[in-house]
T-cell receptor, first 113, second 116 residues
Framework: GENVEQHPSTLSVQEGDSAVIKCTYSDSASNYFPWYKQELGKRPQLIIDIRSNVGEKKDQRIAVTLNKTAKHFSLHITETQPEDSAVYFCAARQGSSASKIIFGSGTRLSIRP | DTGVSQDPRHKITKRGQNVTFRCDPISEHNRLYWYRQTLGQGPEFLTYFQNEAQLEKSRLLSDRFSAERPKGSFSTLEIQRTEQGDSAMYLC??????????????FGPGTRLTVL
């Protein structure tokens, strides 16, 4: 089955700097990769996603890149702000399933003022 | 509120008791998912429904766990003979099938279960 590895587990960056979170997946048939943000005590919320037929997607300060050959995908947050502090989860939809999504273990991002 | 809702938000129970959680998906979402999340981990897939049919179950879902979605709308997750290891946040999510590449899942607030 699918396995998703996420690094780093914690990340602290200065406000205004960029943050990068990296994930790898094992199932070469995976075709959909969402990223979720979870603030303390709240539900996971989708912030961006990418499909396997696209190499990069950007939405304002957030971008995601996908390397299908290497089975890597990354989240990039530029010009970080205090409200970006949260736990971020990458995920991959298992290729053999129409809907089953496997999550990484999360990255706790802290923005230093 | 038109988002996914879950009830109760918190449940404290004694080991050996049965508990039942409810999830109401976003209206018109035909897919419904249950996940379990423990501290410091990502959500772990448990099971999912398309309409009233339970299409996939994780190996994590022991025979003490059962989920239903009898009318294809709300769903219940029951845990029988609870154990301390069942303590976790139980998350529900829903999505609408458009095509295989855009099946965005929207999460509910979760039910936090504590087994004493």
């Amino acid at each position: 089955g699918e396995n998703v590895e996420q690094h780093p587990s914690t990340l602290s960056v200065q406000e205004g700097d960029s943050a990068v979170i990296k994930c790898t997946y094992s199932d070469s048939a995976s075709n959909y990769f969402p990223w979720y943000k979870q603030e303390l005590g709240k539900r996971p919320q989708l912030i961006i996603d990418i499909r396997s037929n696209v190499g990069e997607k950007k939405d304002q300060r957030i971008a995601v890149t996908l390397n299908k050959t290497a089975k890597h995908f990354s989240l990039h947050i530029t010009e970080t702000q205090p409200e970006d502090s949260a736990v971020y989860f990458c995920a991959a939809r298992q290729g053999s399933s129409a809907s089953k999504i496997i999550f990484g273990s999360g990255t706790r991002l802290s923005i230093r003022p | 509120d038109t988002g996914v809702s879950q009830d109760p938000r918190h449940k404290i129970t004694k080991r050996g008791q049965n508990v039942t959680f409810r999830c109401d998906p976003i209206s018109e979402h035909n897919r419904l998912y249950w996940y379990r999340q423990t501290l410091g981990q990502g959500p772990e897939f448990l099971t999912y429904f398309q309409n009233e049919a339970q299409l996939e179950k994780s190996r994590l879902l022991s025979d003490r766990f059962s989920a239903e979605r009898p009318k294809g709308s709300f769903s219940t997750l029951e845990i029988q003979r609870t154990e301390q290891g069942d303590s976790a946040m139980y998350l529900c999510a829903s999505s609408v099938e458009q095509n295989h590449s855009t099946d965005t899942q929207y999460f509910g607030p979760g039910t936090r279960l504590t087994v004493l």
